[in-house]
């Protein structure tokens, strides 16, 4: 596969300039660094995944070992990197003395890449990105990327806020935002915390914090606990992915106050991304989450189609973005507008 690959690369990578720009869970432990498959006629991939950090990154996971199976005709090398980029670049440096057909990286953070994607460029090894994107000033290091459009799931969140409020009749200069962000200077981070600061700026609202929990049910419980103490009027609360949720709801009913969207009443309001957390969605269900913007966690497919394309010389695109949703149990909003956009809530889930 190797040395097709050598001749089809450069076609395919031309091709691409002009093109534009449930999980099921795998027999094989996802925690663990093995290669799944070994035909000889397979497709060699070697997949660094950032870490294990919340659920979507589990079904995300599961996504792609299932869509890179011995099965669907892969070898799959898979690498969890642990949160750490130290441990993912490695894990790319390994590949390419492996000799794999692709890399696939989901990366820990946007910055401190273009040595080693240079080094796989060098070697003739197309690098896909999933999830998270990278900053680079050369953006043929990698081929293409597939996954969310984290600043328009943050617009249609702060949408989504504007939109209750007002119908409740909640003046915007009463919303007293905290945010309880993800991973520092992550795509997910970036685009989310922007949507959010730019509504904020731009209808008046109240925003009081920004501080990062790191996508953890742990560190959001207890960025919630101090901002708590920090703040006595707090009414919105941010959460960048629903495993800070909860653990921010643990920590607003451990100090005896009540979530919920009736702001007017001395409650708590809480929203969140992800949608993939069953106890997420259950409390979506039961108002304690008011809204929950969804980000697509199945990535596999799509990247086996990309990866069929690559090798077939056909054109693909170099961003792929995922189709979301946002689902809320209030009634009271039934779509929300970014520019000149509309998009459904989902009120049964």
Same mark, same amino acid.
């Not at 669907?72 to 799959?76: K, M, Q, T």
């Not at 939109?163 to 993800?182: P, S």
């Not at 501080?211 to 103490?229: C, P, Q, W, Y």
């Given at each position: 596969m190797k040395k097709k690959y050598m001749l089809m690369a450069l076609l395919a990578l031309t091709l691409s300039l002009f093109a534009g720009c449930g999980a099921i869970t795998p027999e094989t432990n996802p925690e663990s660094s093995e290669e799944y498959g070994k035909a000889d006629d397979s497709i060699t991939v070697g997949f660094s995944q950032l870490g294990a950090e919340s659920d979507w990154r589990s079904a995300n996971t599961d996504s792609m070992l299932s869509a890179l199976s011995e099965d669907?005709?892969?070898?799959?090398i898979y690498k969890n990197g642990q949160q750490k980029q130290a441990n993912q670049i490695t894990a790319i440096r390994t590949f390419i003395q492996q000799e794999v057909d692709y890399?696939?990286?989901?990366?820990?953070?946007?910055?401190?890449?273009?040595?080693?994607?240079?080094?796989? !460029?060098?070697a003739g090894i197309p690098v896909i990105l999933v999830d998270r994107r990278v900053n680079t000033s050369d953006k043929n290091l990698y081929s293409c990327w597939v996954g969310s459009d984290f600043e328009l799931e943050g617009q249609k969140m702060a949408a989504w806020i504007k939109?209750?409020?007002?119908?409740?009749?909640?003046?915007?200069?009463?919303?007293?935002?905290?945010?309880?962000?993800?991973s520092e200077g992550s795509t997910a981070q970036i685009g989310r915390t922007r949507g959010l600061a730019n509504a904020a700026r731009d209808n008046g609202w109240d925003l009081r914090?920004?501080?990062?929990?790191?996508?953890?049910? +742990? !560190?959001?419980?207890?960025?919630?606990?101090?901002?708590?103490?920090?703040?006595?009027?707090i009414n919105v609360v941010y959460c960048e992915n629903d495993n800070m949720?909860?653990?921010?709801?643990?920590?607003?009913?451990?100090?005896?106050?009540?979530?919920?969207? +009736?702001?007017?009443?001395?409650?708590?309001?809480?929203?969140?991304?992800?949608?993939? +957390?069953?106890?997420?969605?259950?409390y979506a269900r039961e108002g304690k989450i008011s809204c929950i913007a969804e980000c697509n966690p199945l990535h596999g497919p799509r990247v086996s189609t990309l990866i069929r394309a690559i090798e077939n010389g056909a054109p693909y695109q170099k961003f792929n973005y995922v189709d979301e949703k946002l689902f809320s149990a209030e009634l009271s909003v039934k779509e929300v507008s970014v520019g000149d956009t509309t998009y459904p809530v989902d009120n049964d889930f």
């Open positions: 669907n005709g892969y070898s799959l890399i696939v990286l989901a990366p820990a953070t946007e910055s401190g890449w273009e040595t080693v994607l240079a080094e796989a !460029r060098e939109a209750f409020t007002e119908e409740k009749g909640i003046a915007a200069q009463d919303l007293h935002i905290v945010n309880i962000q993800g914090a920004e501080i990062s929990g790191d996508f953890t049910e +742990n !560190r959001g419980r207890e960025v919630m606990a101090a901002l708590l103490k920090r703040f006595d009027d949720a909860i653990g921010a709801i643990d920590a607003i009913e451990s100090a005896g106050k009540k979530v919920g969207s +009736n702001i007017q009443k001395g409650e708590i309001m809480i929203v969140s991304f992800d949608g993939v +957390n069953e106890t997420a969605l259950e």
